[in-house]
């Protein structure tokens, strides 16, 4: 859990009866940072060519808040893959950031992650892709869509919209509206990307 007095604070509720403080982290607390949002994703991060830096699956914590010293909105990567946490990378967001959520997006061959947080300031929500080890780089921009106050979408992979009957396993918004036939799907799921 997170909050912008105690900071990041990890919990053990292996007994939802007794929950246990294990850890305050440093990372987000003091130093004048103010937590509003995070979301948690783990991601495979591939390693070096040379095999130096081996891959491994980790777990991450995105926090995004304001720094109280000169109000600008960030964007905190914190691995919480092993008992110590350790910030992973950070950057510049948007102004008083209050949303953050982390979308997987396949663009073959990979699997891409990116954070999309939203904020009270500029209106704006931005794209930080958070794939790779180290930098947090701004992919892009939907201008003009805030202020916001929340961030939430819904998830549904393209793949399972229509059963392998052919029946579709979701409904539609509207009349005349339709879901992908499993062969445009196909289609749409092997088409180069440039």
């Known amino acids: ?17 007794a929950p246990k403080v294990m850890r305050r982290t440093g990372a987000a607390r003091g130093g004048g940072f103010a937590i509003t949002d995070m979301a948690f994703a783990s991601n495979y991060d591939i390693g ?11 777990d991450y914590l995105y926090l995004v808040g304001t720094q109280t010293a000169n109000g600008n909105g960030l964007i905190i990567k914190v691995d919480v893959s092993g008992p110590v946490p350790a910030v992973a990378g950070t950057r510049r967001t948007v102004n008083d950031p ?25 209106g ?3 794209l930080v892709d958070v794939t790779g080890r180290g930098q947090l780089p701004q992919v892009g921009v939907v201008p003009g869509v805030g202020p ?30 339709r879901l992908f036939t499993r062969e445009e799907i196909s289609r749409i799921l092997t088409a180069e990307v440039r």
Do not use: N, T, W
């Open 98 to 122: 209050r949303g953050v959520r982390v979308a997987r997006v396949f663009q073959p061959p990979f699997l891409k992650q990116y954070a999309i947080v939203v904020g009270r300031g500029r």
């Open 48 to 58: 070096s060519v040379g095999g130096d830096i081996p891959s491994a699956e980790r």
């Open 1 to 17: 859990m997170a909050d912008a007095r105690l900071g990041l604070v990890r919990v053990d509720v292996s007994d939802p009866r």
């Open 124 to 126: 704006d929500v931005e």
């Open 148 to 177: 916001c106050v929340g961030l939430d979408y819904e998830y549904m992979p393209l793949d399972r919209l229509i059963g392998f009957d052919g029946k579709p396993l979701k409904d539609v918004s509207h009349e005349g509206a």
